[in-house]
């Protein structure tokens, strides 16, 4: 497409305009949603303001001196036959202006940084939503002390509500990286690193982890579900009701058969050891993700897959074959059973 593109254009300046326009293109697209060009919260609005700042005035500096430059080229470039030019040492003014025009101009860049720097590190008042954020190897864990829940890899927050990120690691150095909303914060056993975001629209943004931690770093990605404040609550609401089992459905007119041989395999199976399938009071430090919830996430297996049955069961079967070196070891779980803990995973 690319070669395409570029093939159309004729000649080398062409090509470059070309190339630079598909460049540009891929700022700040809706295509690529993982941009901090793209602000959809406060926090981002700063940074993001405070990089519009810095290159307004780098794009001044840069056409002045340019333009000066070019000028002194062209109206007083030696000619044949000129005589030796007049010999200048030292000139007060003039290095006055240019010791005096740049100190202004960095301390026009510095206020509004020191600003920024303070803005983003000051610590949330009682009124945000605390979300504790723990970092294990490869995936993410989110507790919500305020409504004693627990969820993983994909974060619910209500738009228009400041949340609060306690954030620490189970394992290695972390960073938690919100591109849209925040900023990257390294996490740390045994260290608590803070960050704050409000979300202002509505939407389902990717971020990721943006700290090498082992084999499957790049597979230790996450979601920020920012839903109106009704939604949100009703998904507060809902995450209260999961632990209990669900009633029969016309699906599954034969008492959920296939539900609860899935619950019988998810504790003869050794899963239940590592993972919870209750939101509600989850305890700390269990080793695998929490489940409640899994079949309305997006993605499993910290963005690995999408979440679809097959991919579950495939998942379950094989999850050393699909991200090698993760904590979860294969079980020998037959494809039957896969499709039962696909049925009690999805509370099907
Ligand atoms: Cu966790 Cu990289």
Not at 47 to 71: C, P
Not at 257 to 263: D, L, M, P, R, S
Request: charged share 20%.
């Amino acid at each position: 497409m690319l070669l395409r593109i570029v093939g159309r254009c004729s000649s080398r300046w062409t090509t470059a305009l070309c190339l630079l326009a598909l460049v540009l293109a891929g700022c700040g697209s809706e295509q690529y949603p993982q941009t901090t060009l793209l602000p959809r919260g406060d926090f981002a609005k700063i940074a993001d303001d405070l990089l519009d700042t810095t290159v307004r005035w780098a794009l001044l500096v840069f056409v002045l001196v340019e333009g000066v430059l070019l000028y002194a080229i062209f109206r007083f470039r030696g000619r044949p036959g000129d005589p030796e030019p007049h010999q200048t040492h030292g000139n007060t003014t003039v290095e006055i202006i240019w010791t005096v025009v740049p100190a202004l101009i960095l301390a026009a860049i510095a206020v509004p940084t020191v600003r920024a720097i303070f803005q983003t590190n000051a610590v949330p008042g009682k009124e945000a939503l605390t979300i504790e954020v723990v970092g294990h190897q490869w995936w993410w864990e989110f507790r919500y002390p305020e409504y004693n829940l627990t969820t993983a890899n994909e974060m619910h927050v209500p738009m228009g509500r400041m949340v609060s990120l306690r954030m620490g690691s189970n394992d290695v150095i972390h960073s938690f990286w919100v591109p849209q909303f925040a900023a990257k914060r390294d996490v740390f056993a045994n260290r608590e690193t803070r960050m704050w975001f409000t979300a202002q629209v509505e939407g389902d943004y990717p971020g990721q982890c943006a700290e090498f931690c082992g084999i499957q770093h790049g597979r230790m990605a996450h979601r920020i579900k920012a839903q109106k404040p009704e939604e949100f609550q009703a998904w507060v609401a809902h995450m209260q009701t999961l632990g209990a089992k669900p009633a029969a459905t016309a699906a599954a007119p034969a008492g959920n058969a296939k539900y609860t041989e899935g619950e019988k395999l998810f504790t003869a199976k050794g899963c239940i050891a590592c993972h919870s399938m209750v939101a509600v009071n989850s305890p700390k430090g269990m080793v695998g993700p929490n489940l409640a919830n899994v079949g309305a996430r997006s993605y499993l297996a910290a963005g690995t897959l999408k979440n679809t049955d097959e991919n579950l069961a495939r998942w379950i079967r094989d999850p050393q074959g699909i991200k090698k070196g993760v904590l979860m070891p294969n079980l020998g779980v037959t494809e039957a059973e896969a499709q039962a803990l696909v049925a009690y995973l999805r509370r099907k």
